[in-house]
Nanobody, 125 residues
Framework: QVQLVESGGGLVQAGGSLRLSCLAS????????MGWYRQAPGKQRELVATITSRGSTDSTDYADSVKGRFTISRDNAKNSVYLQMNSLKPEDTAVYYC????????????????RGQGTQVTVSS
């Protein structure tokens, strides 16, 4: 069984910063894509950022709304992904979910996808 556990959410004033962390645990051999999604009340879930493992160089992708403010990174040895969020705005308020795709597991064929339970980020104006 694989679990993704997020941490680092909280309440911050506009212009402040937060750093989200996500740790994937279980019989994991590798994870192809890790990312963050968010869902605000009354809105659809949206992609925030993804990071794809490509050997020595990872490939990143960001939603236009967070480009230049958020930075995604990962530590493959720890099966972890991070989201550094700077210059936060009230519209960044949402539950942030960690996501893992293309997960290779010991003793299993094929790949799998997983999502965490989410962590609340609230930005006050």
């Amino acid at each position: 069984q694989v679990q993704l556990v997020e941490s680092g959410g909280g309440l911050v004033q506009a212009g402040g910063s937060l750093r989200l962390s996500c740790l994937a645990s279980g019989s994991i051999l590798s994870i192809n894509v890790m990312g963050w999604y968010r869902q605000a009340p009354g809105k659809q879930r949206e992609l925030v950022a993804t990071i794809t493992s490509r050997g020595s160089t990872d490939s990143t992708d960001y939603a236009d709304s967070v480009k230049g403010r958020f930075t995604i990174s990962r530590d493959n040895a720890k099966n972890s992904v991070y989201l550094q969020m700077n210059s936060l705005k009230p519209e960044d308020t949402a539950v942030y979910y960690c996501n893992a795709e293309g997960v290779l597991l010991r003793y299993h064929s094929g790949t799998f996808g997983y999502r965490g339970q989410g962590t609340q980020v609230t930005v006050s104006s």
